[in-house]
C-alpha cells in the first residue's frame, strides 16, 4: 500500500527565515510525485511534479526536490503570503491507476 | 479556460436529506475525480472518471454515495441519506492524459454540513 508522510504537521516561521518540508513515501515505482498549495476553504493549487531522482524545480520562493524515499520542498526568504498548508502525493506506476495518496500536509505560518 | 468549478460552494442540509454536486472539469481534460477532505488530512479518494466511464472507486465508499459524469463532461456526486459523518469538503479535480503528465487541477470545493 501507498503511503505518504509529511513533517513536520506544522511550521512557525518569521518573514525571511528559510526551511524546509518533507514528504516521506513508500510506493511500488512512482510515477510521480506532486506537490500542492491549500489555502484555508479552498481547494489544493498545484505547484510541481516530480518523476525521478535528482530532479529539482523551481517556481518563486519555492523549490522541490526528489530523492527515491523522499521529497523536500525548500522555502527561501519566505513571505507572509507564503502562510498555507502543503500536501504532498504520489502517484505509483504500477497497474492502470491514476489515483494519487496524499500526506496530511504541513501548515505554514509565517509571520511578519 | 477557467479551471475547475464546483457547485454549490457550501451546503447545509438535515440529516436523512439527499443532496447533489455538480463539477465542471477544465474542458479539454478527459480525466474526472471526486476527493472528501476533513479537517487536518489530506484529500481522500471517492471516485474517478474517464471521459464517461467511472473506472474506480473507494473500497471505503458508501453505497449511498453515487456519481455520474453522461458525455464525459461535467460530472456530479449524489448522497443520499445523509448522516453527520459525511459532512466534509467535497473536491473535484481533473487532468489530462498527456504523455507523463498526471497533475490534477482542483476546484475550489464543496461544503457539506449536515446537522
Known amino acids: 500500500e501507498d503511503q505518504v508522510t509529511q513533517s513536520p504537521e506544522a511550521l512557525r516561521l518569521q518573514e525571511g527565515e528559510s526551511s524546509s518540508l518533507n514528504c516521506s513515501y513508500t510506493?511500488?515505482?512512482?510515477?510521480?510525485l506532486f506537490w500542492y498549495r491549500q489555502d484555508p476553504g479552498k481547494g489544493p493549487e498545484f505547484l510541481f511534479t516530480?518523476?525521478?531522482a535528482g530532479e529539482e524545480k523551481e517556481k518563486e520562493r519555492l523549490k522541490a526536490t526528489l530523492t527515491k524515499k523522499e521529497s523536500f520542498l525548500h522555502i527561501t526568504a519566505p513571505k507572509p503570503e507564503d502562510s498555507a498548508t502543503y500536501l504532498c502525493?504520489?502517484?505509483?506506476?504500477?497497474?492502470?491507476?491514476?489515483?494519487?495518496?496524499f500526506g496530511r500536509g504541513t501548515s505554514l505560518i509565517v509571520h511578519p | 479556460d477557467t479551471g475547475v468549478s464546483q457547485d454549490p460552494r457550501h451546503k447545509i442540509t438535515k440529516r436523512g436529506q439527499n443532496v447533489t454536486f455538480r463539477c465542471d472539469p477544465i474542458s479539454e481534460h478527459n480525466r474526472l475525480y471526486w476527493y472528501r477532505q476533513t479537517l487536518g488530512q489530506g484529500p481522500e479518494f471517492l471516485t474517478y472518471f474517464q471521459n464517461e466511464a467511472q473506472l474506480e472507486k473507494s473500497r471505503l465508499l458508501s453505497d449511498r454515495f453515487s456519481a455520474e459524469r453522461p458525455k464525459g463532461s461535467f460530472s456530479t456526486l449524489e448522497i443520499q441519506r445523509t448522516e453527520q459523518g459525511d459532512s466534509a469538503m467535497y473536491l473535484c479535480a481533473s487532468s489530462l492524459d498527456r504523455g507523463r503528465s498526471y497533475e490534477q487541477y482542483f476546484g475550489p470545493g464543496t461544503r457539506l454540513t449536515v446537522t
Open positions: 502525493a504520489v502517484q505509483a506506476a504500477s497497474g492502470g491507476s491514476y489515483i494519487p495518496t
Open positions: 516530480l518523476y525521478s
Open positions: 510506493v511500488s515505482g512512482l510515477r510521480g
